[in-house]
Structures are given as C-alpha cells and as structure tokens.
C-alpha cells in the first residue's frame, strides 16, 4: 500500500526552537508539499518541491524553509517556532500534474508554546 | 481573498438522504476541480475531480457537477451513509507553467445521523 509517512503526529515545542518537520514517500512521485490546515482557512501551501533540490515558495513560506536531498524525502523547517505556527502540518506527493490528486500523509499536530 | 469558497462551515443529513456540498471560485483560470475528504487524525483523500471541458462527473454515490458559468461546482452522495461523516475539501487547479498550483476551501463538515 503506497503512502506518505510523517514522522510524528504530534509535537509541542517551545517559542524560539528550531523545529524539523519529516515526510517520506514510497511513490517514487516527482512532486511534494507542505501545507498547513487551520480551521475556515482550509489548506495552505507552505512550499512545495518538484525536483531532488528544487524547491518553491508557496502562499505562506514566512518562518519556514524546507529540504529535499532525496527523492522520497521532503523535510520542513521552522526556524525560530513561534505560537502562530501552532497548526496541523500536512504533506503531500504526486506524480507529474496534481489535477490527479496528491496522496497526504497523516498529518504532525504542532504545538508551540 | 479567498479564490476557493465552501460557504457552510458544517452540513447534517439523514441516513439515506442526499448529501449536497458546495463550491464557488473566484479564479477562471482554473480549469480542474477536486473533492478531498477528510477524517479526523488522517489525511485528506482524494475523492473524485472534473475537468473544466465538462459539466457532470460520477463515480459511485458520488457525482460532482460543474456549472463554470456561475464559478460554481457540488459534489452529491447518494445515498448518504454514516460512513461519509468527515470534512470535505474543495480543490481547484491551474495551470503553470511546470505544475499546477491547487486552492483549496476551508472545509465543509458533513454529519450523516443514522
């Protein structure tokens, strides 16, 4: 069963960490993404990447960065955490268009306080 | 500004009955739809999508239409079932010129009571 893993679902951390955000997929899919889920603002794209290296900004990239030196591995990065980034962070993967849908992992509850 | 709109936070339906969620957008450069659905503690899974050359999509209980004169598409279950009891994204898409960037709405909650 193919599927995008996230390597916690829930974390709390504090005001000022520094904080690593995993996702791996086994699709082999080209692309990936953050995004983050807040109630009545429904998903919003953090950053997403094309290729082993590339990466794009999203709608809402202020405060994040993001990695992908493998393939099948797509990491977000909050540099300094803040309360605001308090969310449910999703990732996602897809093979070449996404008009036939992204395959998302579980999702990471975050809290920051 | 939001270019992807599910204007009813929540939405209950009998057993059996039909369920009608809504969407409406802003953008005509989008030329395909998706459903997502949601449970709680999960990802959201795709469902069923149409393209903007096309007005009715069917898969199963479920049939999505598009009317892109009014930049508004629904999706229908049919008939409705406990089961279908989670929060239904709306996605648009558009095309760029390596990827397709996707809007998606904040969420319908549908409730199916027993």
């Known amino acids: 069963d193919v599927k995008v893993t996230q390597s916690s679902r829930y974390l709390v951390k504090r005001t000022g960490e520094k904080v690593f955000l995993e996702c791996v997929q086994d699709m082999d899919h080209e692309n990936m993404f953050w995004y983050r889920q807040d109630p009545g603002l429904g998903l919003r794209l953090i950053y997403f990447s094309y290729d082993v290296k590339m990466k794009e900004k999203g709608d809402i990239p202020e405060g994040y960065s993001v990695s992908r030196e493998k393939k099948e591995r797509f990491s977000l990065i909050l540099e300094s955490a803040s309360t605001n980034q308090t969310s449910m962070y999703l990732c996602?993967?897809?093979?070449?268009?996404?008009?036939?849908?992204?395959?998302f992992g579980s999702g990471t509850r975050l809290t920051v306080v | 500004d939001q270019q992807v709109k599910q204007n009813s936070p929540s939405l209950s339906v009998q057993e059996g009955r039909i369920s009608i969620l809504n969407c409406d957008y802003t953008n005509s450069m989008f030329d395909y739809f998706l459903w997502y659905k949601k449970y709680p503690a999960e990802g959201p899974t795709f469902l069923i999508s149409?393209?903007?050359?096309?007005d009715k999509n069917e898969d199963g209980r479920f049939t999505v239409f598009l009317n892109k004169s009014a930049k508004h598409l629904s999706l229908h279950i049919v008939p409705s079932q406990p089961g279908d009891s989670a929060v239904y994204f709306c996605?648009?898409?558009?095309?760029?010129?390596?990827?397709?960037?996707?809007?998606f709405g904040p969420g319908t909650s549908l409730s199916v009571i027993p």
């Open positions: 996605a648009a898409s558009a095309r760029k010129t390596s990827y397709d960037k996707v809007i």
């Open positions: 996602a993967s897809s093979s070449g268009t996404g008009r036939y849908g992204y395959t």
């Open positions: 149409i393209s903007s050359i096309k």
